[in-house]
């Protein structure tokens, strides 16, 4: 067990604060579909009139971070000027669009005469969010989580404090002239309140990170509270022999350059043998004017490849324009491959024959098994799901893309009239078990 | 943080133990339906073959139990005769005729033209099975995780080794002359194995504890892997102003006598002040009857209850013939008091107010929440499932009672013909998200 586990528990402070989240959650569950929308609405309208502040708080975090030191890309994840502002709040005013994911009956069925049990869809209560510098994405799980009717505490990085005070000043003040609690949101600042947010078990009932891999793996490693999120995205692409090589590269081409960020974008391409010469004759060039670093086994080098991948390569998530190439004898050796060092993301076989497809999608037991197409799809939206909440590579549903409905869970009803369990164990009555 | 970690590796023998499981388990989830029926038939037909051989060791295993001492309780639970057998043996049939959870197309959905995803059931990997005691529970489980397509560890108490051993021998017999591998269980016996299990995320994809509180937060505190199973049972009956008091008081017995040791029994009511006078008078003299230990809050005293409640009754799960009582001024004083010391397993409400009712159902956050029926339903064959794996009282889904479907996952499937991401982005295609 690697579980390094940092005893910190939450200050007296912070736990009446979450307990606060907590109570706001409580009639917060029992708002309607029309009162959360509207909530939503008036979250995005307040946004826009302290738009001005907003982005005034992000110039002064930018100017800080700048001074700090912050590397370029940490600073264009902290950046929030008018446009991005402006598209996020067009992002509230669509999750309040979405179907509401509470109230769905699951099941509804007669247990015996009487006596009705039914399964519908509840709120979670309150979601723990843990950001990494990006203030766009507190306002739209902020936005996400009124929408289940669920309370929330955000936790963002220290770098974007302003900018992440003056939302949830801006999204409180939305929800003052809504039916929704204030309270029902809440912003923690500090290192010391994010490990206390972990330990909350009992008022948080789902952590959501949102960061890089070390940072959802220090989390999973640090909380007995559920934690939605992925560590790792080390996705493939196996060539198989039969197989359309130009609509293959394509694909290949697609599933790592398109936005070579994401964690569905591939980290190693496995070829299969009888095609691996004549694939690479056309794909090296290609992905050379692409600016694509190709490494590959002794074999694929033997087929023009450059540069040597050693074994820490087939684990690596480069996210970045790198590229791992393996050469195998069968698809079982390709399955073999992502069965030792997959991340079960997605994983992708381009193939004509439906055979191998069909092989490949039943065996990989990845969330997302693709056949002729680019891993890049592995996405929330182009699910259509509307949202997503998170990508999730755990075994247990909810996995793979996350959508609203990754925010609900579900509780039994039961109703009777006077109904007793003796009654069935002596046989007075019996159990009709009648779909409704 | 209370997360005590007891850190131990996997021996390289259990690791070899486990993969060896996690081997077999990839051909098993390929296996249709009708082999996985048939191999629970075979290990039905095997156990009942070597009924003479379990029963013997069971004996051996009984003898050197009460030579060691362990309490009459304890040794009911490891016994394991003829009759209790072959209702186990029974008990595989009928879930080998269970409906099939594999397979299930929970979504189907064309993408954009040519571009299909569904999410289809499939298992979920290896299961990790903590029992103690009870013999009657390994075969339970293990023919539940072969009928979903699962491979299972199990870790038996030692006090139960050769009954345990003398019955997965007969279950890998049976699975011998099956399409499924007989590698697909596996006996663990020594607690250091019980540990090292802990530790194999990667491997295990879910442990299902079957014990006593302790054993489930032992386990939960020191594992990563997911662990589905309830440590506390703590349920609650309240009885509301307008009532039925006759009825109320039948559901009162039923919930707290029906069967004791249950976690869906109740271990406190909540009484309305106004009934809480005329509620005693005819209850008390009912419980007496009955057996059952009443304490009660200083007002309930003033009633009649003659022995005390202190603070920590409230959190106390008795699991025994004793009941402690509340007089509350409100339903919101009783829901107060029920989220305050609830374990969110299963409360009731006793009413005739159709409004008390529904506020009862829609604030209490338990995963059942009754009205004017006994908490004794809260069970996966009450609610028709056909089989409970096991309750949980964790908040996400799977929570209440689970049945077989808690065993399996899903997985994404999209299939398209060279499908990219950046026609989407680039405009050149669009997204249909057309459900089928």
Chains 1, 2 share one sequence.
Request: hydrophobic share 40%; glycine share 8%; aromatic share 6%.
């Amino acid at each position: 067990m690697e579980n390094n586990t940092v005893a910190q528990a939450a200050t007296s402070e912070l736990l009446e604060r979450a307990r606060s989240v907590k109570n706001a959650s409580i009639p917060l569950a029992q708002c309607t579909n029309e009162q959360r929308r509207s909530a939503l609405i008036a979250m995005a309208d307040s946004l826009a009139s302290s738009a001005d502040n907003i982005v005034e708080a992000n110039l002064q975090d930018l100017r800080r971070s700048e001074e700090a030191g912050l590397n370029d890309a940490l600073l264009a994840r902290l950046k929030l000027n008018k446009d991005k502002l402006n598209l996020a709040i067009k992002g509230i005013r669509q999750v309040s669009s979405l179907p509401d994911p509470i109230g769905l009956i699951q099941l509804q069925r007669e247990l015996s005469e009487g006596l009705y049990l039914s399964r519908i869809t509840v709120p979670l209560g309150v979601l723990g969010v843990i950001f990494e510098s990006r203030p766009d994405a507190v306002m739209q799980i902020a936005s996400l989580a009124i929408r289940s009717g669920n309370g929330a505490i955000l936790k963002g990085g220290s770098e974007a404090r302003l900018t992440n005070e003056s939302i949830v000043d801006a999204l409180q003040k939305g929800l003052k002239v809504s039916d929704v609690l204030p309270e029902s949101l809440c912003l923690l600042t500090t290192r010391e309140e994010s490990l206390g947010l972990l330990s909350l078990d009992g008022i948080v009932d789902l952590i959501i990170p949102r960061g890089s891999n070390e940072l959802v793996r220090f989390i999973q490693d640090n909380t007995r509270i559920p934690v939605l999120g992925h560590a790792d995205g080390i996705c493939h692409l196996y060539i198989d022999s039969e197989v359309d090589l130009k609509q293959a590269l394509n694909i290949a081409i697609d599933s790592k350059c398109q936005y070579p960020a994401a964690c569905n974008a591939i980290e190693t391409l496995l070829l299969h043998n009888d095609i691996a010469s004549s694939f690479l004759q056309i794909a090296i060039p290609r992905f050379h004017e692409l600016g694509v670093t190709l490494i590959g086994d002794e074999i694929s080098q033997g087929y023009g490849i450059a540069n040597k991948a050693v074994e820490t390569d087939w684990s690596s998530e480069y996210l970045d324009l790198k590229l791992s190439v393996k050469v195998v004898t069968s698809i079982d050796k390709a399955i073999e491959h992502i069965r030792r060092y997959g991340s079960r993301h997605t994983d992708a076989i381009a193939t004509s024959n439906k055979e191998s497809a069909r092989k490949f999608l039943h065996t990989v037991d990845s969330s997302g098994v693709y056949h002729n197409c680019s891993t890049r799809f592995a996405d929330g939206f182009r699910y259509g799901f509307g949202a997503e909440v998170g990508i999730s590579t755990q075994t247990l549903p909810p996995r793979g893309p996350v959508g609203l409905d990754g925010l609900v869970t579900y509780r039994y009803f039961l109703e009777g009239d006077g109904h007793m369990a003796e009654e069935f164990s002596s046989g007075v009555k019996s159990f009709t078990h009648r779909d409704l």
